[in-house]
Antibody
Framework: EVQLLESGGGLVQPGGSLRLSCAASGFIFSSYAMSWVRQAPGKGLEWVSAISGSGGSTYYADSVKGRFTISRDNFKNTLYLQMNSLRAEDTAVYYC??????????????WGQGTMVTVSS | QSALTQPPSASGSPGQSVTISCTGTSSDVGGYNFVSWYQQHPGKAPKLMIYEVTKRPSGVPDRFSGSKSGNTASLTVSGLQAEDEADYYCSSYAGSNNLVFGGGTKLTVL
């Protein structure tokens, strides 16, 4: 079964850091680009970042550029999002999503269950 | 990059058809055939319903269909069923390695 399982969310103070992880199973992880998509409480979806299958290319939304870093370990079938200098507006459920193919993607066909990040003092 | 524009709400009775629009610009919806639609039930992760404007993933009922005209994409749900009640989001590649979502539409089955 194709599955994505996020972890690492929690409560962090403004200016703090957090690293999210997403464990993938059921597909050839290294063959697909992967993305992070977030959803603030009661709000819509926002694409955050993407990484190519090899990990050699990374892409970011302007709202997180310079603060967040996406990476992947194709041996461990795991996707990461290192989040630094966190702000209140980063509070959201963060979803790991499998791109249908390479970046630029035409769609995200598999989503994790999400992990909640709360930035508050 | 601005979000795509969707109506906040839509509704229909069981068995009826409803269409949700998604308006962008020539830099996103109008410029690429990378438009997709997602269904999200409360507290759940989004689910892909349509990709590349008109294509349905395996397992998605053929009651769901997509189209595009100019800078506006549309999702039509025919033969509405109670389980179709959910939030629906459109998405489009926007060039320069950016991807944008619509603000979402809450579909109510009356």
């Amino acid at each position: 079964e194709v599955q994505l399982l996020e972890s690492g969310g929690g409560l962090v103070q403004p200016g703090g850091s957090l690293r999210l992880s997403c464990a993938a199973s059921g597909f050839i992880f290294s063959s697909y680009a992967m993305s992070w998509v977030r959803q603030a409480p009661g709000k819509g979806l926002e694409w955050v970042s993407a990484i190519s299958g090899s990990g050699g290319s990374t892409y970011y939304a302007d709202s997180v550029k310079g603060r967040f870093t996406i990476s992947r370990d194709n041996f461990k079938n795991t996707l990461y999002l290192q989040m630094n200098s966190l702000r209140a507006e980063d509070t959201a459920v963060y979803y790991c999503a499998k791109d249908r193919n390479n970046w630029p993607t035409d769609a995200f066909d598999i989503w994790g269950q999400g992990t909640m990040v709360t930035v508050s003092s | 990059q601005s979000a795509l524009t969707q109506p906040p709400s839509a509704s229909g009775s069981p068995g009826q058809s409803v269409t949700i629009s998604c308006t962008g610009t020539s830099s996103d919806v109008g410029g690429y055939n990378f438009v997709s639609w997602y269904q999200q039930h409360p507290g759940k992760a989004p689910k892909l319903m349509i990709y590349e404007v008109t294509k349905r993933p395996s397992g998605v009922p053929d009651r769901f269909s997509g189209s595009k005209s100019g800078n506006t994409a549309s999702l039509t749900v025919s033969g509405l069923q109670a389980e179709d009640e959910a939030d629906y989001y459109c998405s489009s590649y926007a060039g320069s390695n950016n991807l944008v979502f619509g603000g979402g539409t809450k579909l109510t089955v009356l």
